[in-house]
């Protein structure tokens, strides 16, 4: 004889941990399948990189380009996996009824956020060592402390985390995916990426060092190419943004 129910299934919610680990495999695996998202988050920031890095268009003020390139384009990459490619794809998913589908699944709604935060982190990691890759083998020579460029990179996605959330919870899927674009164009040539800003009018410069992006290249770049200590003021910026941008997507954002 065998126990009651020894061969039936259990029911009841799989543990926790194991949703959001499970969820987040299946964000990473659906956002690097999408064409659209191979485009911002590798090809645009490798062609950027490349082109600029050989080809002598914009006076970077350095003796090797990719000196000064290098490290807004790791900026330009998380903007482009944590702001321009989440805030697509979450529109489109609330959009579709699926953002829905999953609030109404034993997952909670933070863990479900959490799951898409995690898979932006994984992203960005594999953008960061092939972006890296690249720019050793077009003679980068970064300096400065790991830990103020890992700290940089963690506030600078937890920034454009919550601007992409709060477009893609607030806008209609065809809006989002317009002003997401158009931002990204935007600050790719306005956000000190690949123009440096004494490019542009003092008041300009004072104006565009707000934006998260600005300071995310800007901290990058005092650490790897001038081998700053901590860019307390980069990460002032940075940390406001993100406050600022994951609490007003939390008050603002709309499931359906």
Sequence with gaps: M??????TPKPGAAPLGRMIAT???LETKMLLRNGEQLLLTVVIPTLVLVLFSSVDIIDTGTDKAVDFLAPGVLALA?????FTGQAIATGFERRYGVLKRLASSPLPRWALMTAKTASVLVTEILQ??????????LGWSPHGNPFAVLLLLVLGTAAFSG???????TLKAEATLAAANL???LLLV??????????FSRTTQDILSLLPITALSDGLRDVL???AGMPWGDLGILAVWAVAGLAAAGRFFRWE
């Design 225 to 227: 190419q001038h081998g």
């Design 23 to 25: 969820q987040a495999v």
């Design 190 to 199: 306005s956000g000190g990426v690949i123009i440096p800003l004494d490019q």
């Design 183 to 185: 931002v990204f164009l």
């Design 128 to 137: 960061v060592i092939l972006l890296t890759v690249i720019a050793f083998a």
């Design 78 to 82: 998380v903007m482009s996996t944590a």
């Design 2 to 7: 065998t126990a009651t129910g020894m061969y």
């Design 163 to 169: 601007l992409g959330l709060l477009m893609a919870g």
